[in-house]
């Protein structure tokens, strides 16, 4: 296997179901490092994504260790109006964790029952 050099492209592509809203995406992160990734969200017929992909550009190593509250990934969100439940901020920062080799690719789910 050979070793990461500063020059290769890692780029991480999620896919992005968000349940009942109807509006999938697709997030692609791309990093030449650990430290910076730029990030594009695509395909979402959501106006408020939409918004927050236009917000959100570049993502570095610091701002994924940022606090929820102060975080741009989340600040963009907030920023673009996208509800507070929106999994597509929790995504992005996910996609980027893995394009900075901070987090393996390994997909995440929520699965609610119903208990009577």
């Known amino acids: 296997m050979a070793s990461q050099h500063q020059s290769e492209l890692v780029q991480i592509y999620v896919e992005v179901d968000p349940g009942i809203c109807g509006f999938p995406c697709t997030i692609v992160a791309t990093g030449t490092d650990k430290t910076r990734v730029s990030v594009e969200i695509t395909d979402s017929r959501c106006e408020h994504v939409q918004k927050m992909a236009g917000l959100l550009d570049k993502v570095t190593l610091r701002d994924i260790f940022t606090p929820?509250?102060?975080?741009?990934?989340?600040?963009?969100?907030?920023q673009a109006g996208c509800h507070p439940s929106c999994i597509v901020p929790l995504a992005t920062l996910k996609a980027v964790e893995a394009a900075m080799g901070m987090a393996l690719p390994r997909e995440v789910r929520i699965t609610f029952k119903q208990i009577h």
């Open 68 to 78: 929820i509250g102060e975080n741009p990934i989340f600040k963009c969100a907030a």
